[in-house]
T-cell receptor, first 116, second 113 residues
Framework: QQQVKQSPQSLIVQKGGISIINCAYENTAFDYFPWYQQFPGKGPALLIAIRPDVSEKKEGRFTISFNKSAKQFSLHIMDSQPGDSATYFCAAQAVFSSGSARQLTFGSGTQLTVLP | DGGITQSPKYLFRKEGQNVTLSCEQNLNHDAMYWYRQDPGQGLRLIYYSQIVNDFQKGDIAEGYSVSREKKESFPLTVTSAQKNPTAFYLC????????????FGPGTRLTVL
């Protein structure tokens, strides 16, 4: 079964610090790697995404680092703020083996708490 | 406002009863999805639909059923055959099944007593 392994399960960071969440995958057919942010009682929202042909993508305080050879990618949140406190999911996407539809496989999530 | 609506937000049912969760989207998206979220396990795909009158099983379809009679609606029925139905259920949609980005609804928390 396709898997995406995410760590740590929980993370506590001081305001202004750097939050780092790591993910690893096995299936080399994955070709799109998004990160989702989820607040309690809400649905996940796309935060940032990367394709394997680039090693880094930055949007504001959020950066994805991608290591294709190691099959690992990570989310860095610079200058972390209390409003960033949420659960973060990495995911990987590939075409279903049965056709052209694309399937998202999610990591288990990281609960981030940014202390004021 | 364009988006995905799920109702109800909270749902309580007795063990052995079937229950249907609603998902409606006005984004004119062709593809729709149902996921189940449990603590510490991320999101797992239950069913997906690429187009009206079509749907396919995901990774954990046992004990669930769906229909797609209208483009904007993709209801999920949790049947009595689902052994552990208490969970947070999320509906999502994308422009097409071949598109990268999926947009999620606010979710329905189902508790079976």
């Amino acid at each position: 079964q396709q898997q995406v392994k995410q760590s740590p399960q929980s993370l506590i960071v001081q305001k202004g610090g750097i939050s780092i969440i790591n993910c690893a995958y096995e299936n080399t057919a994955f070709d799109y790697f998004p990160w989702y942010q989820q607040f309690p009682g809400k649905g996940p929202a796309l935060l940032i995404a990367i394709r394997p042909d680039v090693s880094e993508k930055k949007e504001g305080r959020f950066t994805i680092s991608f290591n294709k050879s190691a099959k690992q990618f990570s989310l860095h949140i610079m200058d972390s703020q209390p409003g960033d406190s949420a659960t973060y999911f990495c995911a990987a996407q590939a075409v279903f083996s049965s056709g052209s539809a694309r399937q998202l496989t999610f990591g288990s999530g990281t609960q981030l708490t940014v202390l004021p | 406002d364009g988006g995905i609506t799920q109702s109800p937000k909270y749902l309580f049912r007795k063990e052995g009863q079937n229950v249907t969760l609603s998902c409606e989207q006005n984004l004119n998206h062709d593809a729709m999805y149902w996921y189940r979220q449990d603590p510490g396990q991320g999101l797992r795909l239950i069913y997906y639909s690429q187009i009206v009158n079509d749907f396919q099983k995901g990774d954990i379809a046992e004990g669930y059923s769906v229909s797609r009679e209208k483009k904007e609606s993709f209801p999920l029925t949790v049947t009595s055959a689902q052994k552990n139905p208490t969970a947070f259920y999320l509906c999502a949609s994308s422009i097409s099944a071949g598109d990268n980005e999926q947009f999620f609804g606010p979710g329905t928390r189902l508790t079976v007593l």
